[in-house]
């Protein structure tokens, strides 16, 4: 049961402050690596619990657009692995 | 109390980012740290209702800065690394720090809070109110913000155009290389 004196709006913004927290943690990873690929992957779920976080923001704030800001990292974070990935196999073949 | 608490998770998370990115001795691991600390801003410029910030922010700090400094490393060496991080010079830290503090300490009370009556900006209010009355009879354009940005400072923007391109064209010159071919 939701407390309707809390508000789910504030709900929707705590549960994004946990979601940084979580980031915090997966930030582990892209510190201790040990290679770049695993840098990559972190970063990568990284984007990926951004886009729920600005999701719970567009929620919690009653700001519906914030939405195409997520939608434009989910595009995009997707662009960092490919390129990484295309300058690792061919060495500088980025674009 | 909420907001804040998010506010401040998140500095936590951009502040160590931030710091990893400076500190990898590997360009490449500081390339890809660089990813989530625009990752970290983006939701920040979000959470400061300033969305169209944080687009530009996504296009540049994920798209763009990424390949752009991929190529610059494969125009360049790549430094082997014997250690994973850089070593860090503590009397600087400590010189630098103090600057800041010294800085923020004297720079933020003077700062006008958000709203308040006293803003400058209501110095010249007959200016605000003229923009705020004005614009969608002027341009027919809705949001202020995008009017004073395309029509009634229009030249100026197609100035900064123009900037932007030519630092586009000096930027293929010096790659040498029809990228978009």
Partial sequence: ?95 | MTMSWFAYTLMVFILLTAVTTALFRDVLSAIVVFGAYSLGMAIFYTFLLAPDVAMTEAAIGAGVTTILLLLTIARTTRPSTDRLFERVHWPGVVAVGAFAIVLLWTVLPEMVAVGAEDAPVWANADVTQYYIQHTYDDTGVQNAVTAVLAAYRGFDTFGEAVVVFAAGVAVLIVLKREVFA
């Fill in chain 1, 1 to 95: 049961m939701i407390d309707p004196a809390v508000g789910l709006d504030e709900f929707f913004v705590a549960s994004a402050a946990l979601f940084v927290v979580l980031a915090i943690m997966m930030f582990y990873r892209a510190i201790a690596g040990p290679t770049t690929q695993d840098r990559l992957l972190a970063v990568n779920v990284l984007g990926t619990n951004t886009v729920v976080i600005l999701a719970l923001l567009a929620a919690g704030l009653g700001e519906p657009w914030f939405l195409d800001v997520a939608l434009i990292y989910a595009l995009l974070n997707f662009l960092m692995a490919v390129a990484i990935s295309k300058f690792t196999v061919e060495r500088g073949g980025v674009l």
